[in-house]
């Protein structure tokens, strides 16, 4: 009878999990016209092509700096920004609102926002900072490979940032208020009240962070996709960038599978 209960939801992952990864695998061992209709087994021939592509194994490596940069960045600036907002102040319900509206946005649309902050002619950064006298040309940063991944890695960081406070403000919101009374009582500096009370506690809530940021970053593509297409020069390209260009065009499928 448990087995019977379970069935649906068994049959349910076989449809939407188990056939496309097969399927999936099917397709990188043939080879696969545009239309996507397999021909001949191919012997692993999109492995290898797939392993000896320079193009691939630097976009591989790109993909772990992203992932890396934007959640330890997101983590670094999530842990003050919570620990501030779990604070009693007047309008802190208007900062909470404030730090978790670009949650709300779609992630396409705040990288069409920061494409055209970022333009190298007319964008607000560049205004900004003339205006400031800290530039006296324009900076194209989406054009230029020094700049234009650092950039995306500072815009995957402030999107990531408002998902984590959250996570954040849920742990410290579980931790007692009495730990912190007594430490005080003690002669416990801040310093030592977060290092001893707060960081350990809020440990779980680090670790769920991590794990869902990670699933999230490394998968991200429209920050890249509408920002720079993976350019300029294929230097911003990350895994998923790569393949996507790799199977719709230049039309191999095979080895984007």
Known sequence: MPYF???PSLLLAAVVIFWPVVHLFEIATHDVNR???LRDFNDGANFTALIASPDFLNALWRTAVWTVAVVGGALVV???VAIILNMDFYGRSVARVIVMLPWAVSLTMTAIVWRWALNGESGMLNSALRNLGLIDSNIQWLASAATAFPMQILVGI????PFTTTIFLGGLSSIPEDLYEASSLEGASLWQQFREITLPLLKPFVNIAIVLNTIYVFNSFPIIWVMTQGGPANSTDILVTHLYKL???LGKLGEAS
Do not use: E, H, M, Y
């Open 5 to 7: 209960l379970i069935l």
């Open 35 to 37: 239309f996507g209709q």
């Open 78 to 80: 999530s842990i003050p």
């Open 158 to 161: 402030l999107v990531t940032v």
């Open 247 to 249: 199977a719709f065009r």
